[in-house]
């Protein structure tokens, strides 16, 4: 028995050493860790279970047989974050630079299939030159094989990819399909064609970090929700991300424990909106004023930022909060906006976490750029995700909800469970200026005073249509409330609907304009 022990330390700590010594350092020397390394950085302390680690691959061709790493370049198994049961892999770049065999995907398809019976998140730390060349459409089926399980574990289970070092070619649909994609400044990058073909192709000339770095990613193109300086800071927010959201779509939303005081009333709120309702304001205030002890975890927080969306908790529920941002093009709806808002209510809507929308959107922005990118469609999605979601929904419209954008931020007509107004809040077909301009310009023009005219025109229709009245009085709004009592208000809310069902018809599944 002794020696059979023996055995088996050694080829565990042979199989720990990955590709070696060397290529360990080097992996230091590109200012990253070891696939090993961020597995402990990642989970509790000791609760990493390891399966798959004397896999080896069975190529044969240009010198990979003699060439054999046990584990072959991925690190697969289960562990505990906070204590909740996760699967993972990470992918090792010290063994033929973390690219991808035939057995390094089954490795990865294999914790898959297991994580969706047991209804636990996926977490994927990936570090990988991508399809391991030498063994040709081998590794492109296993690449194959694992989008066809992101795409069925896509709504059974959260899935989140963590980039780490490269991600190129078709290796980066699998983090596409996942829910959420961190990105490290620096170390890794995505693209589908790398700056090399770029150059051959288009004859511009860029940087790794221009094309696909992390704050490219993170700003441009949207591609990554989270951005990090560091990977221990990068692996830290994901154990917090992990705290919102619940291990499957059977779960309901995370309650902790809070030590709730309703009758505590937060008169900041009364003083953030500035006097004038064209003069922009931090909605992040709001938003920071509202949640359990301030804390705001936002998802895309550089990228659409006329758009917020985040977790956060009400009385120690998470909830995933969506709200427009005056501070940022006035808060309007661009393609972008709705994009990333939409896939936000999706994901929440998919695991059971409840909707807060705060609302102040003058509409959505005009212009040919908007119009030829298709804005019809892409609104269309953040309007098809409130209208389809079936968690509980609140709304508060904090001052503006304009024309289509009204109805589209989780209006009651779309299935808002409960609607508040703050008495600020001005609903209508379109802002005042604009409005008059249209239904009164024969007497403004005809007028002998026309500048006079449309003054008293922009007061009439203020005064008729700039409030919450008319919505509350037809019962669109539930109610018209005090900004000081808000927070009472919306964790009554939520806690009324904490059991609410709602179904949509039955059809094999919907067709989100996309
Ligand atoms: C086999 C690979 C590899 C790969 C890297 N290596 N990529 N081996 N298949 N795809 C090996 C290298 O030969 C080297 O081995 C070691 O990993 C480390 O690589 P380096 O080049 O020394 O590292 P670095 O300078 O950091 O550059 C990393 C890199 C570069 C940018 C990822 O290696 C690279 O460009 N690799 C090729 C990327 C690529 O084109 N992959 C195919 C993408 S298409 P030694 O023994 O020398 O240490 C794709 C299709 C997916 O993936 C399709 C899905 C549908």
């Known amino acids: 028995m002794k020696n059979k022990l023996y055995e088996l330390s050694q080829k565990k700590e042979d199989a720990k050493l990955g590709g070696g010594e060397q290529k360990i350092k080097s992996q230091y020397d590109k200012g990253k860790l070891t696939a090993r390394e961020r597995i402990e950085l990642l989970v509790d302390e000791g609760s990493f279970e390891e399966i798959g680690m004397f896999v080896k691959h069975r190529a044969m061709d240009f010198g990979l047989d003699k060439q054999n790493y046990p584990g072959d370049g991925v690190v697969t198994g289960f562990a505990k974050i906070d ?29 898959m299939k297991l994580a969706m019976k047991a209804g636990i998140p996926i977490i ?47 290796a980066v649909y699998s983090p596409a399909i996942t829910d959420f994609i961190f990105m490290t400044r620096k170390t890794s990058h995505m693209f589908v064609t790398g700056p090399n073909v770029v150059k051959t192709v288009t ?19 949207g591609v990554a929700h989270f951005v990090y300086d560091n990977e221990i800071e990068t692996l830290s927010n994901v154990r917090k ?22 009758s ?14 064209n003069k922009p304001y931090d909605m992040k205030e709001v938003i920071l004023n509202l949640v359990d002890d301030g804390d705001f975890f936002e998802v895309h927080k550089n990228y659409a930022e006329n758009i917020i969306c985040g977790f956060a908790r009400l009385g120690g529920m998470s909830v995933g909060i969506v709200a427009n941002q005056p501070q940022v093009l006035a808060g309007v709806l661009d393609i972008n906006a709705s994009v990333k808002s939409a896939r936000f209510v999706r994901f929440c809507d998919a695991f059971n976490i409840p909707l807060l929308v705060l609302v102040d959107v003058p509409g959505f922005l005009p212009g040919t750029e908007q119009e030829w990118n298709g804005i019809i469609r892409h609104g269309a999605k953040l309007l098809f995700a409130f209208s389809e979601a079936t968690v509980p929904k609140v709304t508060l419209i904090i001052r503006k909800a304009y024309g289509g954008a009204y109805d589209v931020m989780n209006s009651k007509h779309i299935r808002g469970d409960y609607n508040f107004a703050w008495p600020t809040a001005e609903i209508a077909v379109m802002g005042p200026k604009g409005a008059v301009e249209i239904i009164f310009k024969k007497e403004i023009d005809s007028s002998e005073n026309p500048e ?34 808000t927070r009472k208000v919306l964790i009554n809310a939520f806690d009324l609907l904490k059991n609410k069902v709602d179904n949509n018809p039955k ?8």
């Open 83 to 111: 204590g909740r049961a996760i699967a993972l892999f990470s992918q090792d770049f010290t063994v033929f630079g973390g690219s991808l065999s035939e057995t390094h995907a089954e490795k990865i398809v294999k914790i």
């Open 124 to 170: 994927g730390l990936n570090d990988s030159g991508g399809a391991r060349i030498q063994e040709g459409v081998n590794s492109l089926g296993g690449y194959a094989d694992i989008f066809l399980l992101n795409t069925l574990a896509s709504g059974v289970v959260p899935q989140i990819s963590v980039i780490l070092g490269p991600c190129a070619g078709g």
């Open 203 to 221: 004859h511009e000339d860029v940087t790794f970090e221009e094309l696909g770095g992390a704050d490219t990613h993170g700003q441009k193109s």
């Open 241 to 262: 991300l992990l705290s919102f959201i619940p291990s499957n779509f059977k779960e309901k939303s995370i309650q902790f424990e809070f030590d709730l005081d309703l």
């Open 264 to 277: 505590a009333e937060n008169t900041k709120l009364r003083e953030i909106l500035p006097d004038n309702p």
């Open 452 to 485: 006079q005219e449309l003054e008293l025109k922009l007061n009439e229709y203020i005064e008729k249509f700039a409030n919450p009245y008319i919505a509350a009085e037809r019962g669109f709004l539930d109610d018209i409330i005090d900004p000081k009592e």
């Open 507 to 514: 059809k094999k599944h919907s067709n989100i304009p996309l």
